[in-house]
T-cell receptor, first 117, second 114 residues
Framework: AQSVTQLGSHVSVSEGALVLLRCNYSSSVPPYLFWYVQYPNQGLQLLLKYTTGATLVKGINGFEAEFKKSETSFHLTKPSAHMSDAAEYFCAVSDHKRGGSQGNLIFGKGTKLSVKP | DVKVTQSSRYLVKRTGEKVFLECVQDMDHENMFWYRQDPGLGLRLIYFSYDVKMKEKGDIPEGYSVSREKKERFSLILESASTNQTSMYLC?????????????FGQGTRLTVV
């Protein structure tokens, strides 16, 4: 069964510093991986996704993530944090158990990012 | 612009009430989902539907039911609301296609049961 682990429920960085949010997955088949962002009292918005092809994926708002099969990781990074990046971030993997790769997404528990001025 | 719309942003209901949460998508997606979000627990799947009138239980279906009479609409029903169902509820839809795709989310409904 697929699963996702996000290391660190809270991460705090200074404005301008590197953002690194960690995600490790467990999957018995080639995974499809996603990062979502949630601003307070909002729904989830897709940041980026990895399906096949290039392992370095670029997303919106300057974020990118690298798929590393050997490490079963899909960490999210941004070179320079901005105050507007303060939000909660969720990593997700496709659930192959239901209807193949077209089914549910399994989410990590989320990482809340704070950005200090 | 793709859109998933949840009927209410905030709801306050009394214990024992029957509660309906409505979700509509305009993308002609086959899959629709209801999640519950609680601090420290992430998103947990309540129910999903892969076609009209078809549904499957997720990880926490107890105390909930769903209805999908039309492709674009997926309703979550709390048969008899309880205080432990106070939570943020998120609806999502997703296309079935030749390549894997992302899910699109509504704005969420924050339900308080008193």
């Amino acid at each position: 069964a697929q699963s996702v682990t996000q290391l660190g429920s809270h991460v705090s960085v200074s404005e301008g510093a590197l953002v690194l949010l960690r995600c490790n997955y467990s999957s018995s088949v080639p995974p499809y991986l996603f990062w979502y962002v949630q601003y307070p009292n909002q729904g989830l918005q897709l940041l980026l996704k990895y399906t096949t092809g290039a392992t370095l994926v670029k997303g919106i708002n300057g974020f990118e993530a690298e798929f590393k099969k050997s490490e079963t990781s899909f960490h999210l990074t941004k070179p320079s944090a901005h105050m507007s990046d303060a939000a909660e971030y969720f990593c997700a993997v496709s659930d192959h158990k239901r209807g193949g790769s077209q089914g549910n997404l399994i989410f990590g528990k989320g990482t809340k990012l704070s950005v200090k001025p | 612009d793709v859109k998933v719309t949840q009927s209410s942003r905030y709801l306050v209901k009394r214990t024992g009430e029957k509660v309906f949460l409505e979700c509509v998508q305009d993308m002609d997606h086959e899959n629709m989902f209801w999640y519950r979000q609680d601090p420290g627990l992430g998103l947990r799947l309540i129910y999903f539907s892969y076609d009209v009138k078809m549904k499957e239980k997720g990880d926490i279906p107890e105390g909930y039911s769903v209805s999908r009479e039309k492709k674009e609409r997926f309703s979550l029903i709390l048969e008899s609301a309880s205080t432990n169902q106070t939570s943020m509820y998120l609806c999502a839809s997703r296309l079935i296609g030749p390549t894997n795709t992302e899910a699109f989310f509504g704005q969420g409904t924050r339900l308080t049961v008193v």
